[in-house]
């Protein structure tokens, strides 16, 4: 057989179950990868292996009307993945339907869809009945007309989306793997604790979180007991946001850094002892230096 490669863009408005929907084709999270490769501005997300093929996800963040500089270098940086890649999948909420996102997001790939690949996803189809999701097909299908395949996935149950993956790996491009084998996961550690401290927070706060939220890693101190020490800064744009984060007391953060830890030490198999501090930045959004770490462009938000 012959070896493929490619990359693969998953575009959507946010909540669409882009991440639930990678996890799975993607597996393991230790295989998230984030550096930045030659050939594309985007993050790599994660690599999945199906039989010969290889296919790089890259990380769009979701496509919503931009109203700040954040949002304006998200999204920008979300069709700046889908320009690069080699196919692209929307994925949209099958209860949903056509909402007025997806509706601009049609409009987009209407003026500047043609000669790309592109595939749609109709997810949480747990949510819907048969007859609604084939007119949901037929609707999307024919507002834009450049969708190569239709698929009905739920990305939570797992329904569909080794169709999708399969799909996917058969129609990247022939060529040699992009990523050796053993460098899948190869994402810098730093920004995975980081990430993990992210990952609780949402789980703790749900509706909560404030948004425009980021956690950093400060300094990752290797101790002569084989422990680590991570400090992280969380970082919230209001005074009144911190004490969301705080939580009464300090029982959120605190419950937040021990959920983190444990996860982290599973992770490096050793000990770890991690350090949480909230700090407000109410001109975080405008600092050049927290979009590079966030692997977006500061200057893709002008505007
Ligand atoms: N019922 C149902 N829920 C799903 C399905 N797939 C994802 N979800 C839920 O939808 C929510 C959003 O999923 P995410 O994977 O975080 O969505 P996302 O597109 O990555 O969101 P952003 O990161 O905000 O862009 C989560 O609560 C998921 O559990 C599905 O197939 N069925």
């Given at each position: 057989m012959t070896q493929r490669a490619g990359f693969v863009a998953l575009i959507g408005e946010p909540n669409a179950g882009k991440s639930t929907l990678l996890n799975r084709m993607v597996g393991?999270?230790?295989?998230i990868v984030t550096h930045k490769v030659q050939t594309t501005r985007a993050r790599i997300r994660g690599v999945a292996l199906e039989g010969e093929s290889q296919i790089v996800f890259v990380d769009t963040p979701g496509l919503f009307q931009p109203r700040r500089r954040l949002d304006r270098a998200m999204v920008a940086a979300a069709w700046g993945g889908a320009a690069d890649a080699d196919i692209t999948v929307l994925l949209i909420e099958a209860h949903r339907g056509i909402t007025d996102g997806v509706r601009t997001i049609l409009d987009r790939l209407n003026e500047i869809g043609k000669g790309r690949r592109m595939a749609l996803a109709i997810n949480k189809i747990d949510r819907v009945k048969a007859e609604e999701l084939l007119a949901l097909s037929e609707e999307m299908n024919t507002a834009y007309p450049g969708f190569e395949r239709t698929f009905m996935i739920s990305a939570e149950k797992g329904h569909g989306v080794e169709d999708l993956k399969r799909w996917l790996a058969g129609e990247?491009?022939?060529?040699?793997?992009?990523?050796p084998e053993d460098q899948i996961a190869d994402l810098p550690m730093r920004m995975i604790a980081a990430e993990m401290t992210r990952e609780k927070l949402t789980l703790r706060l749900h509706q909560e979180l404030p948004y425009q939220l980021t956690v950093e890693t400060e300094n990752w101190e290797e101790r002569e007991d084989g422990s680590a020490r991570i400090d992280q800064i969380v970082y919230v744009s209001r005074d009144g946001h911190k004490g969301i984060v705080l939580g009464r007391k300090g029982e959120t953060i605190k419950a937040v850094g021990q959920a983190s830890r444990a996860e982290l030490e599973e992770f490096l198999g050793r000990k770890v002892h991690l350090f949480l501090q909230v700090k407000v930045r109410e001109r975080w959004l405008e600092e050049a230096e927290r979009y590079s770490e966030m692997g977006l462009d500061f200057r893709d938000g002008d505007g």
């Open positions: 393991a999270k230790v295989s990247v491009p022939e060529g040699p793997w992009l990523y």
